[in-house]
């Protein structure tokens, strides 16, 4: 794979991702454990949804920094900036003033945004250049407590989700089926992706 088919490859899954994100926090289901703080932020404080996630993801590189006695992962700051770029391009342009009511339709939201979601994130970390300051955070929190990573991660997506809740963000059912099934559509998309690699797609 060349570095620009990585580069595209990149892009179209943060893209999608974010269009996922996007879906999960119009359907107003509840959205996933950060992105109830990034939503909890923006009501609080206005700006963008996309520029408290960027300013969130951002401090925590080098917050893991710190955590884990290492130097920052600079790296990571491609995926912040590009989820920044994303959420806030469907989120202020394609879907601004979109609003979504009727039950039915907020169920078709939410699990698509799930499915997309799931997907572009197996699409993304294929060419493995970097990993998200989240992922980093469970990595440095399991070094610094000398605890497995699952567990931190359910500490750090707890520690999430309560801040979220401080702030009035989006915390519902939602939230807990996106941690249910966020796994299988990662799982499932990149079981697609290799099926699509041996029938020959080489972008993928």
């Known amino acids: 794979m060349t570095k620009y088919t990585t580069f595209i490859q990149i892009i179209a899954g943060y893209l999608i991702l974010t269009l996922g994100v996007s879906l999960i926090i119009l359907s107003n289901l509840g959205a996933g454990a950060w992105d109830t703080v990034y939503v909890g932020l923006f009501n609080k404080f206005g700006l963008t949804i996309g520029t408290w996630s960027f300013l969130v993801t951002a401090s925590l590189i080098f ?19 590009l989820a920044s ?45 970097f990993s998200g300051p989240i992922d980093g955070l469970m990595i440095a929190t399991a070094k610094r407590l ?7 991660r359910i500490i750090n997506e707890f520690l999430a989700l309560a801040i979220g809740l401080l702030l009035g963000g989006p915390v519902g059912l939602g939230t807990l089926l996106v941690a ?25």
């Open 63 to 81: 917050f893991n920094a710190i955590l884990s006695w290492e130097k920052p992962q600079f790296k990571s700051f491609i995926g912040t900036i």
């Open 85 to 129: 770029l994303g959420i806030d391009f469907w989120m202020e342009l394609v879907f601004s003033g979109f609003t979504v009511t009727h039950y039915p339709y907020q169920i078709l939201a939410f699990f698509t945004g799930i499915i997309l979601l799931g997907f572009g994130v197996s699409i993304y970390i294929r060419p493995q250049l």
């Open 146 to 152: 000398n605890i497995s990573m699952k567990t931190a």
């Open 180 to 204: 249910i099934f966020l796994g299988y559509a990662i799982q499932y998309g990149t079981v697609l992706l290799n099926h699509l690699k041996d029938k020959g797609l080489k972008i993928i």
